[in-house]
């Protein structure tokens, strides 16, 4: 094997042509780019078409606990099938409606039946009012979903005089 030294020039192979050195090839270029981009965008709507998806039943506005909800704070939206197995599909929105929150609730949340409450109407002469009863005054023991009885008196604190206003849960 020759050692090449560096004052001589390398040889070059007989019947080899020279290298063509032109500007940048646009065509082949872009043409590279429209393929890229078609196979990208056929994959996103692969993925999209393989996806089940299904209409659940969200807020379409905030909500304060204890308003009953009206179809306008209701919409259906479309999610993921394997995301939200808890929710309500959008077939069952109208038993939502008139429903109480029990809970302050964001715009979007996905609504499952343990966020509402059903609102019974009042009739003549009821009236809702809500009760505050701190952790010293309430008895022990009592937790949310617990049926009590809200009681009445004269104010002198004989039981014999109370009267049952609701029986009711927590």
Do not use: K
């Not at 409606?97 to 949340?109: E, L, Q």
């Amino acid at each position: 094997m020759p050692f090449l030294s560096s004052d001589q020039p390398p040889r070059e192979s007989v019947g080899a042509s020279s290298p063509r050195r032109s500007g940048p090839r646009v065509p082949q270029l872009m043409l590279s780019l429209l393929v890229i981009g078609l196979f990208g965008l056929l994959a996103v709507w692969w993925q999209a078409s393989s996806t089940q998806r299904t209409a659940v039943v969200a807020l379409a506005r905030d909500v304060e606990v204890g308003v009953p909800l009206t179809a306008a704070d209701l919409t259906e939206i479309q999610i993921n099938a394997d995301i939200a197995p808890r929710t309500e599909a959008a077939i069952h929105i109208d038993l939502f409606v008139d429903a109480v929150p029990i809970a302050s609730f964001d715009a979007g949340t996905l609504l499952t039946d343990q966020m509402v409450r059903s609102a019974a109407p009042l009739r003549e002469g009821e009236a809702l009012v809500g009760l505050e009863v701190d952790t010293v005054s309430a008895p022990s023991g009592i937790a949310t979903g617990d049926r009590v009885q809200v009681l009445a008196g004269d104010g002198s604190g004989g039981i014999e005089e109370a009267v049952i206003l609701a029986d009711t849960a927590v």
